[in-house]
Every structure is written in C-alpha cells, then in structure tokens.
C-alpha cells in the first residue's frame, strides 16, 4: 500500500496517542485502559518515545506523513522478538494497512536485525488480525495464557513466523525500504 511508512517516535506524537485514547472502541480493540486522562497518556508515551526500554521497540505508523498508528518489537532479543500493531486511526482499519506495517516490520526485523523468529498473539474473537498473520506466513504455535479481551477472559491463540517461512511469503521486499530498526 502506497503511502504508508514507519519512523522513530519523536516529541509530539502524544497528541496522536491521546486521540486514540478517546476512541473507546480503539482501547477495548487494543488492551488499552478505556477512559484514561489525556495526563497519563502523555505521560506513558513520553517515556516510550525517550527510548531506553531494554527490549522493546516502537516506531510510528505513518501515512502520507499522518501518524496513524504504531508497530512494536518486544522482548527482544539478538534472535527473536514479539511483533505488535495498532492502528489508532479507525477509519483506516480494514484497508490493508495492518498487512503492509507488518510487511515492513518483518522486513526490518529479518533483514535488518537478522532474527530468526518473530512471534506474535493474538486474542481468539480477533478474526481480523488472525486472517493477518496468515497473510504474513505466521504458523499457529500454541496457546498462551488467556486474558482480558473487549470485557471477556478469552483464550489466546500464539503465531511465530521464521526468516526462511518469510523469505517465501510473495512480495516480502516489495518497496523495500530504509531501515528504521538500524
């Protein structure tokens, strides 16, 4: 999908973040809390944005220069990491953003940082985000503990996805582009 890009987090991108706060439908979608004070959304993101969190990467979601959401690598490590997403604007859902971000973070993260595995989870109801991994070559792994989801205890289905699995996906370089994980 043209247009979409990712970059560092950088000062600023709060606002986005408090935005996407107000949506309770994005929060309950996300595991974010629902109702939480533009203040301590501020606040957490400031701390992600200034970095230093062993393990963890965030990086902005851009299209055509709008922050629309974010990708994550998390417990990270020289060899695999847990990929997630969020796309905070919920007119872009359904559009097939979810599908190039993730294209862009495997990338990065098979190319760039040379993992042998990303791994992923994802809530059982989330039918959206279980047709992505596959799209993305992730295979089913498992079953992780259950947790809150939209209210209810739900199980958790867990995807992993290996370089030489993705090396195989069609158009996995397609628009190659600049390493933001370097």
Do not use: K
């Not at 629902?34 to 701390?47: D, T």
């Not at 944005?49 to 629309?68: N, P, Q």
């Not at 993992?115 to 989330?126: G, I, M, Q, S, Y």
Request: glycine residues 14%; aromatic residues 8%; hydrophobic residues 40%.
């Amino acid at each position: 999908m043209a247009g979409i890009s990712l970059r560092p987090l950088r000062p600023g991108d709060e606002d986005a973040a408090v935005r996407w706060a107000a949506d309770a439908e994005f929060c309950l979608a996300s595991g974010w809390t629902p109702g939480l004070a533009p203040r301590v959304v501020r606040q957490h993101w400031a701390r992600i944005i200034a970095g230093g969190e062993a393990g963890f990467v965030r990086l902005g979601v851009e299209l055509e220069g709008r922050l629309i959401g974010y990708t994550d690598l998390g417990n990270l490590s020289r060899t695999a990491a847990e990929w997630g997403i969020g796309i905070g604007e919920r007119a872009q859902w359904g559009r097939g953003i979810g599908r190039e971000v993730g294209r862009q973070t495997l990338t990065q993260a098979f190319e760039t940082l040379e993992l042998r595995t990303v791994r992923a989870e994802v809530h059982v109801p989330n039918v959206r985000s279980h047709a992505l991994m596959r799209r993305l070559g992730f295979r089913q792994a498992g079953f992780g503990t259950p947790e809150l989801y939209r209210g209810e205890v739900v199980e958790v289905v867990r995807y992993a996805v290996r370089r030489e699995d993705w090396a195989a996906v069609p158009g996995h370089l397609e628009g190659h582009a600049a390493p933001p994980f370097a």
